[in-house]
């Protein structure tokens, strides 16, 4: 295959890789805790041309690279519900929650209370406190959460607050270790230990942290993806129908 075509082909697939990770974006615009993906880009270069004939500069040809990819940690904005279940993070940590899989981080603080009395994520995963999971009683009422994460309510008719727990915020030296395990839900790789809260993070009761998706911008760069690929694809056909043309020339007899 022609080193243009090649070329081309390099772009086109990384602009599908692209456009995968911003139309996975824009279908989680709405998912509670949700941080957008990015990709990073690089150039390829092959240490020489398939043809040895080429000089200098042009024995080398640049390909397009789609490197890695990285998560926007930027937090979201923070919508109020109203729901004294409903808890957003102002600061730069995360709760843990405990699923099968081990234990786990999420920005995703939409909780509920299931059939056994445990506090538990929107995926039924138990969110734990500082001495493991949060679980309340039958008669348990006015629950409040404070900016620090403790968790307070009335029990039957009792006059005075009783504790259920304090709410497990973990916080990472370096948050981009952290890789994806679900939507809104993260897992430490080996060697990324988490740290206690940093002070001045501050927990709030009946709010939610909104995906960080920018829709305007994630919907005009996938119209500009959309054009550069479709772009690239004439320059390839321009070049097959360019070949096309030169066969067929070479192949004709000469007619005198």
Do not use: C, W
């Not at 789609?66 to 940690?73: E, H, K």
Request: a negative charge.
């Amino acid at each position: 295959m022609e080193n243009a075509l090649l070329v081309g082909l390099s772009r086109q697939m990384s602009l599908g890789n692209e456009l995968d990770m911003i139309a996975n974006n824009v279908a989680n615009i709405d998912t509670t805790g949700f941080k957008a993906d990015n990709t990073v880009f690089s150039e390829f270069l092959m240490p020489r041309a398939s043809d040895q004939n080429f000089s200098g500069r042009d024995r080398r040809i640049s390909f397009v690279e789609d490197r890695t990819s990285y998560i926007n940690m930027a937090p979201g904005a923070l919508e109020r519900t109203g729901n004294p279940l409903d808890v957003a993070i102002d600061g730069d940590a995360y709760f843990t929650v405990q699923t099968p899989r081990g234990q786990r981080y999420t920005r995703n603080g939409a909780f509920q209370v299931n059939g056994a009395g445990q506090l538990v994520t929107s995926n039924g995963d138990p969110v734990l406190g500082s001495s493991g999971p949060i679980t309340f009683q039958n008669t348990d009422h006015d629950i409040v959460i404070s900016s620090s994460g403790l968790i307070t309510v009335r029990e039957g008719n009792a006059t005075l607050d009783s504790q259920r727990g304090t709410l497990q915020l973990a916080t990472f030296a370096n948050p981009q270790s952290l890789q994806k395990d679900g939507a809104s839900t993260f897992m430490a790789p080996p060697g990324a230990n988490s740290n206690p809260a940093p002070a001045g993070t501050r927990v709030v009761q009946g709010a939610i942290e909104k995906s960080n998706v920018n829709g305007v911008a994630e919907m005009s760069r996938m119209i500009e993806i959309t054009r550069s690929y479709t772009d690239v694809a004439n320059i390839l056909s321009q070049e097959s129908d360019l070949r096309k043309n030169a066969l067929q020339q070479l192949s004709q007899t000469p007619t005198s």
